[in-house]
């Protein structure tokens, strides 16, 4: 079974169509997937009804990625994964519009940092696809103007937290974010811990906020990592999740969809806790 529970359209910061996505998904022989994009599930009618038109196997889980406050460090965030959420309620989506507002006002902050800092750019190069937009946007925009080498080059001293042109946002807490998914009946996973900053002080407390488990077997993680949340996550009486995190970036050695995600037990077990809610 390929189980690949994190990935990415042009409804936020992918560069596949949630239509061309979903044809790539059955292309890579994949047996479950979700579209988890920035703070927006636009792309998931889209991706279902592609997916009502091929003969193939695949099925799709409604998923979302929201970006939250962390809880310990000042100016710092966390993302939350949800899955199975019943998406389409109203004041879920008014919320996420609220979210994506807040996006598109600190991405325009960063651009007038960049601007003071002697970069040319503005809204209009950033070129979004969807209506969630974010640093990543500007990252591109950045390189297609010449001034990086590569997109990730933007997050080594500028838009990174601690960058010269970084710009915290503030959404919604992390007990807040399980909580919205939970409201709609869906399970929330803790998305790539290693990149959290003090993610071992974070980890012991989110059965106790209402999550169902966190990210494992993410391929940027070494084998290292993998082992040792695996073994936190059965400690804390976790799910083990995971996910490529993919985004179509074209980049030589990209992740492809089904290079990362959990068993079919530990699925089967997310998705009994999504019914269960």
Not at 93 to 102: D, E, K, N, P
Not at 256 to 277: C, H, V, W, Y
Request: proline fraction near 5%; hydrophobic fraction near 35%; aromatic fraction near 8%.
């Amino acid at each position: 079974m390929k189980i690949d529970l994190h990935t990415h359209s042009t409804c936020s910061d992918g560069n596949l169509s949630p239509s061309d996505l979903v044809d790539f998904f059955v292309k890579m022989d994949i047996n479950i997937a979700s579209l988890t994009d920035h703070d927006s599930t636009e792309g998931l009618n889209e991706a279902y009804e592609r997916l009502g038109t091929l003969d193939t196997h695949l099925e799709l889980i409604p998923g979302i990625e929201i970006s939250a406050v962390h809880p310990l460090v000042r100016n710092s965030e966390v993302h939350v994964l949800g899955y199975f959420m019943h998406y389409n309620d109203p004041v879920f989506q008014q919320t996420l519009t609220y979210f994506r507002g807040q996006r598109e006002l600190r991405c325009k902050k960063i651009i007038g940092r960049l601007n003071e800092l002697g970069y040319q750019l503005s809204w209009d190069d950033l070129k979004p696809t969807g209506s969630s937009i974010g640093r990543p946007h500007i990252a591109k925009a950045l390189f297609e103007k010449g001034y990086l080498r590569t997109p990730k080059d933007a997050f080594k001293g500028l838009l990174n937290e601690g960058g010269s042109a970084f710009v915290h946002q503030e959404n919604i807490s992390m007990q807040g974010a399980v909580d919205l998914i939970r409201s709609v009946s869906g399970v929330a996973v803790l998305a790539h811990p290693v990149y959290v900053k003090n993610y071992d002080a974070i980890l012991p407390t989110l059965q106790e906020m209402g999550f169902s488990g966190f990210e494992v077997f993410y391929p940027e993680f070494t084998l290292h990592e993998q082992k040792q949340l695996l073994e936190r996550a059965h400690q804390l009486n976790l799910l083990p999740c995971g996910g490529s995190d993919y985004h179509a970036t074209g980049v030589s050695g990209e992740n492809l969809p089904g290079t990362g995600g959990p068993t079919q037990d530990i699925f089967n077990e997310l998705r009994r806790r999504a019914k269960a809610s």
